[in-house]
C-alpha cells in the first residue's frame, strides 16, 4: 500500500475479474475506492477458491483496501442510493451494461464532468469471458503440441483488462483536469486481447507469412528456449535471450565443439542471432537434452546461476508459495485481519517505491461493512434516514 492516490475517490460496481481489478490497483495505490453490492454479495461473493465457511479467497483478495456499502439493487430506492453516491463521487468504475440505470448519459445528466470507465466483452456490448475471448483471438492453437486446443488457466485478459481500465481511469481524470471534461471510457475484453496480439507482432505475421504459426509445445517462438529435463528427473525451462547467455550455456554444458559442428556442417553461426539457433533447433535441441541429462539439476543449476544462464524448474504452486524469496521474504506481502478468519500472505501493490515507506496490505470489507459510513459522508444522510433505509433492507450493512 502508499498513498500515491490519496485523496482520489471511486465507487466500483463490478464483479469477476477485470473491473475490479481495476479498483484494487488504485485502491493499492491509496484511493478510496468504494465497492457497491447487492446485500448478501454479488454474483462472484462465493466464488471458489472457497474456505470451509464458504467465505471466497478469491473475493477477500480482489477486493483488499476496499470499502463496502451493500443496497438491495432491485430495488428502485437502492439503484437511486447507487446513482447519486456515482455522482456525488464523481468517479465510476463498472463492468454493468452500457444502457440500464448504471448508463454514462443518465449518470452524467447529473454531474457533467462525471468519468466512468466501463469493462466490457465485446465492443458491442454482448458478453464475453476471459476464456471465451482467448479462444476467439487463437491462442489456443497455438499453445501445447496440438491437434487438441489448450485452455490457458490464467485469466490474463481479465487482468490486463483491469490494469488497462485502472490507467484510462487516471488518464480521464488528468483530461478533466486540464479541460473540466468528463466523459466515459470503454475497455472490452475483446480489444485488449486482438490488440495485444496486434502489439505483439501476430496480427501482422499471420497476415505477411498466409498462414498459422506452427504448434511449439513448451518451446519458445523464435528463440532458443525450451523444457528439458536433468538426470534426476527434474524438468527446467531454459530460454537463451543475449549472446553472452548462449556462450555460457554452451561453455557450461561442454557443448562447444559439437556446436562448431553443427555451424560448420550448415554454414551458420549462432553465437549473435536468436532466428537461426530456432531455425535450427532440430539439430540443437538433441544435443542439450543429452549434456543436460547427464547431470544432476542443482549441478546445472550452479553453472547456469554463474553464467548469468535465465532457467527455472517447473515446480506446483504450493512450491511456489513456499518459496521464501518469492512469498515469505517479500516485502510486497504482508498479513491482515481477513473476514474469512483465515491468516495467510497477503499481497500489497507489486510496485516499490525505494523512497517511500510501504504500508501493510488490508483486509476486504464486509459486505456493507461502511453503508453507513459512506451514505452519511457522501450523500448527507442524516442517522434517522439511514436507519429507515436499513429496516426497509434497502441498505445492508455487515
Known amino acids: 500500500m ?39 454479495g454479488g454474483p462472484d461473493f462465493r466464488r471458489w477458491p472457497v ?11 480482489l477486493n483488499r483496501a476496499k470499502k463496502s456499502v451493500a443496497l438491495d439493487l432491485a430495488r ?6 447507487l446513482q447519486a453516491l456515482v455522482r456525488a463521487t464523481g468517479q465510476f468504475v463498472t463492468n454493468f451494461p452500457v444502457g440500464g440505470f448504471l448508463s454514462h448519459d443518465g449518470l452524467a445528466a447529473g454531474r457533467p464532468d462525471l468519468i466512468t470507465v466501463r469493462v466490457m466483452g465485446w ?5 464475453a469471458l476471459d476464456y471465451t475471448v482467448n479462444n476467439s483471438v487463437g491462442y489456443p492453437m497455438l499453445t501445447g503440441s496440438g491437434p487438441d486446443p489448450v485452455n490457458h488457466v490464467l485469466p490474463a485478459w481479465d487482468l490486463l483488462s483491469g490494469a488497462y481500465a485502472a490507467f484510462a481511469l487516471l488518464a480521464a481524470i488528468q483530461r478533466r483536469s486540464a479541460t473540466g471534461a468528463g466523459g466515459e471510457v470503454r ?9 495485444t496480439v496486434a502489439n505483439l507482432g501476430g496480427v501482422a505475421e499471420v497476415l505477411y507469412s498466409g ?17 528439458f529435463v536433468t538426470a534426476d528427473g527434474q524438468r527446467t525451462m531454459i530460454v537463451v535471450v543475449t549472446p553472452r547467455q548462449w556462450t555460457n550455456l554452451v561453455a557450461a554444458l561442454g557443448l562447444g565443439d559439437a556446436i562448431a559442428a553443427v555451424e560448420a556442417a550448415r ?8 532466428g537461426l539457433r530456432f531455425a535450427h533447433r532440430d539439430a540443437l535441441y538433441p544435443l542439450f537434452e543429452g549434456a543436460i541429462g547427464a547431470r544432476a539439476h542443482a549441478d546445472l543449476a550452479a553453472a547456469f546461476d554463474a553464467g548469468g544462464i535465465v532457467h527455472s524448474p517447473y515446480r ?8 521464501a524469496a518469492l512469498v515469505a521474504d517479500n516485502p510486497i506481502f504482508g498479513t491482515a485481519d481477513n473476514p474469512s478468519g483465515f491468516t495467510y500472505p497477503a499481497a500489497g501493490a507489486f510496485a516499490t517505491l525505494p523512497q517511500d515507506a510501504r504500508q501493510s496490505p488490508r483486509p476486504a470489507p464486509r459486505n456493507g461493512q461502511h453503508s453507513e459510513e459512506i451514505l452519511a459522508d457522501r450523500l448527507s444522510l442524516s442517522s434517522g434516514e439511514i436507519a429507515r433505509l436499513i429496516d426497509a433492507g434497502i441498505v445492508g450493512i455487515a
Open 2 to 40: 502508499y498513498d500515491l492516490l490519496n485523496g482520489l475517490s471511486v465507487i466500483e460496481a463490478s464483479s469477476f475479474v477485470a473491473s475490479p481489478t481495476a479498483g484494487l490497483y488504485c485502491a493499492q495505490m491509496g484511493a478510496e475506492v468504494i465497492r457497491v453490492d447487492q446485500i448478501g
Open 51 to 61: 474456505t470451509e465457511g464458504n467465505d471466497s479467497l478469491y473475493w477477500e483478495n
Open 76 to 81: 428502485s430506492e437502492g439503484r437511486e442510493l
Open 123 to 127: 465492443a458491442d456490448g454482448s458478453p
Open 187 to 195: 475497455v472490452p475484453l475483446s480489444d485488449v486481447a486482438i490488440g
Open 211 to 227: 498462414a498459422n504459426r506452427p504448434r511449439l509445445g513448451n518451446a519458445v517462438y523464435g528463440l532458443f528456449g525450451r523444457d
Open 267 to 274: 554454414g551458420v553461426s549462432f553465437a549473435t542471432d536468436d
Open 316 to 323: 506446483t504452486m504450493l512450491d511456489a508459495v513456499q518459496d
